[in-house]
């Protein structure tokens, strides 16, 4: 059974930092690649990054060079470090297993349960 356990949100002020982690089970990166989509308050759910097999990485642009992907294969855990965070960032963070995130629209499989980062003015 896949599983996907998301920690790490939390409340920053604008160019503060944060860690997500997203602990996951129940498959492996040719199964499946793993990204983190967010959702702000009264849109949509939207794609952000990802990590696939091999290391490959996908980022959107609005979080090119500030965003970092990365995995621990030893911890089974995928990493979000966020940098010089803006108010617009503010969002539900998902982790989620992906198809080929080298073909756009990202098609989410299974979803974690989310954790709420808040960046203030």
């Known amino acids: 059974e896949v599983q996907l356990v998301e920690s790490g949100g939390g409340s920053v002020r604008t160019g503060g930092s944060l860690r997500l982690s997203c602990r996951r089970s129940?498959?492996?990166?040719?199964?499946?690649?793993v990204c983190w989509f967010r959702q702000a308050p009264g849109k949509e759910r939207v794609g952000i990054s990802c990590?696939?097999?091999?290391?490959?990485?996908y980022y959107e642009n609005s979080v090119k060079g500030r965003f970092t992907i990365s995995n621990d294969d030893a911890e089974k855990t995928v990493y979000l470090q966020m940098t010089n965070l803006k108010p617009e960032d503010t969002a539900i963070y998902y982790c989620?297993?992906?198809?080929?995130?080298?073909?756009?629209?990202?098609?989410?499989?299974?979803w974690g349960q989310g954790t709420q980062v808040t960046v203030s003015a």
């Open positions: 989620a297993t992906t198809y080929n995130m080298k073909l756009l629209p990202l098609i989410p499989k299974h």
């Open positions: 129940g498959f492996t990166f040719q199964d499946w690649d």
């Open positions: 990590i696939g097999l091999g290391g490959d990485t």
